[in-house]
């Protein structure tokens, strides 16, 4: 009896995973891999890791995840690109771009994602929207260049965190989990009440547009291109001065000393999520964060072919 129990959770795990691997056969990819920089992986909703290259497609309902000192630039479907930063953990919740922005034929629907539990609430109500870009960052960073879906329309486009939403206006806008060196930034500290915390907070800021950042207790903040905020775990709102300097690449290369890895990769996630990158410019950049990188032995970087982003250059 034990070894026909036995069989019977080994058969029941497979069908499980065939299953998840027929809903993703009929599923188009909601992007694809244009740069890796160290290494990534794709959880699926079932549990399934996959190691990630250039060119893998990612799906909706995935979760990216990428290792220390790890860059990864997905391009979407709807010209959107998303630039995630080390260590980062980025859930495709969901996605559905039907090649237009007025729509088009339906595309089939990836398997549901679980709810995650602990983040802010979603602040829009158009979750049966043929199209939409719905995303979660559990932590770490990234940068986000929109595409045809927030284009023609605002709300199907939403980016939630474990403390507030993020609605979008415009372009060109970043997003980080305050850890370690956003802790110890001095603008962070001087925004933010003297024995207030910051675990568990959230920067965003704007490059391009504006976009709306609305806590997990309803207060709402709007950042014009050049503004940041901080978004503290009690919901609370507090504008900082200036970028912080563990977003911006000067910031990073001071931090590296003279140039750096720090430096070289800031550099490379600033100009790589500019608008219309060459494959030259990328191979070129990226070339800099490997030569940056050789001192610590991380050499794992792939590149791109001729793709481009749709967000002016700033």
């Given at each position: 009896m034990l070894r026909q129990g036995r069989l019977f959770q080994a058969f029941s795990?497979?069908?499980?995973?065939?299953?998840?691997?027929?809903a993703v056969a009929q599923t188009p990819p909601a992007g694809t891999i244009g740069l890796l920089k160290g290494q990534a992986s794709a959880l699926s909703i079932s549990g399934e890791s996959r190691a990630l290259a250039k060119?893998?497609?990612?799906?909706?309902?995935?979760?990216?995840?990428?290792?220390?000192?790890?860059?990864?630039?997905?391009?979407?479907?709807?010209?959107?690109?998303?630039?995630?930063?080390p260590s980062t953990q980025f859930v495709i919740e969901k996605y559905q771009f039907n090649g237009g922005a007025a729509g088009g034929a339906a595309a089939p629907a990836a398997p549901a994602a679980p709810a995650a539990s602990g983040l802010a609430p979603l602040q829009t109500t158009v979750e049966k929207a043929p199209e939409a870009s719905f995303f979660r960052l559990l932590k770490g960073g990234l940068r986000v260049v929109s595409g045809l879906i927030?284009?023609?329309?605002?709300?199907?486009?939403?980016?939630?965190?474990?403390?507030?939403?993020?609605?979008?206006?415009?372009?060109?806008?970043?997003?980080?989990?305050?850890?370690?060196?956003?802790?110890?930034?001095?603008e962070v500290i001087k925004s933010v009440p003297a024995g207030s915390s910051t675990n568990g907070a959230v920067v965003s800021g704007s490059y391009n547009g504006t976009i709306t950042v609305t806590s997990i207790?309803?207060?709402?903040?709007?950042?014009?291109?050049?503004?940041?905020?901080?978004?503290?775990?009690?919901?609370?709102?507090?504008?900082?001065?200036?970028?912080?300097?563990?977003?911006?690449?000067?910031?990073?290369?001071?931090a590296g000393g003279t140039g750096g890895v720090a430096g070289a990769e800031a550099a490379a996630e600033s100009v790589l999520i500019a608008g219309?990158?060459?494959?030259?410019?990328?191979?070129?950049?990226?070339?800099?964060?490997?030569?940056?990188?050789?001192?610590?032995?991380?050499?794992?970087?792939?590149?791109?072919?001729?793709?481009?982003?749709?967000?002016?250059?700033?």
């Amino acid at each position: 009896m034990l070894r026909q129990g036995r069989l019977f959770q080994a058969f029941s795990f497979l069908a499980g995973v065939l299953v998840w691997f027929n809903a993703v056969a009929q599923t188009p990819p909601a992007g694809t891999i244009g740069l890796l920089k160290g290494q990534a992986s794709a959880l699926s909703i079932s549990g399934e890791s996959r190691a990630l290259a250039k060119g893998s497609a990612v799906y909706s309902g995935e979760t990216i995840q990428t290792g220390p000192q790890s860059y990864v630039l997905i391009n979407f479907s709807d010209q959107s690109t998303t630039m995630l930063r080390p260590s980062t953990q980025f859930v495709i919740e969901k996605y559905q771009f039907n090649g237009g922005a007025a729509g088009g034929a339906a595309a089939p629907a990836a398997p549901a994602a679980p709810a995650a539990s602990g983040l802010a609430p979603l602040q829009t109500t158009v979750e049966k929207a043929p199209e939409a870009s719905f995303f979660r960052l559990l932590k770490g960073g990234l940068r986000v260049v929109s595409g045809l879906i927030g284009h023609a329309d605002y709300s199907h486009f939403r980016l939630s965190t474990p403390v507030a939403t993020m609605g979008i206006r415009g372009t060109d806008f970043i997003v980080a989990t305050c850890e370690g060196e956003c802790q110890a930034d001095p603008e962070v500290i001087k925004s933010v009440p003297a024995g207030s915390s910051t675990n568990g907070a959230v920067v965003s800021g704007s490059y391009n547009g504006t976009i709306t950042v609305t806590s997990i207790t309803g207060q709402t903040m709007t950042l014009a291109p050049g503004q940041f905020c901080i978004t503290l775990a009690d919901g609370s709102q507090y504008l900082l001065g200036a970028e912080p300097a563990f977003l911006s690449s000067t910031g990073a290369a001071a931090a590296g000393g003279t140039g750096g890895v720090a430096g070289a990769e800031a550099a490379a996630e600033s100009v790589l999520i500019a608008g219309s990158i060459t494959a030259g410019v990328t191979a070129a950049i990226f070339g800099v964060v490997i030569a940056g990188s050789s001192s610590n032995g991380t050499n794992g970087t792939t590149g791109t072919s001729g793709t481009t982003s749709t967000g002016p250059a700033h």
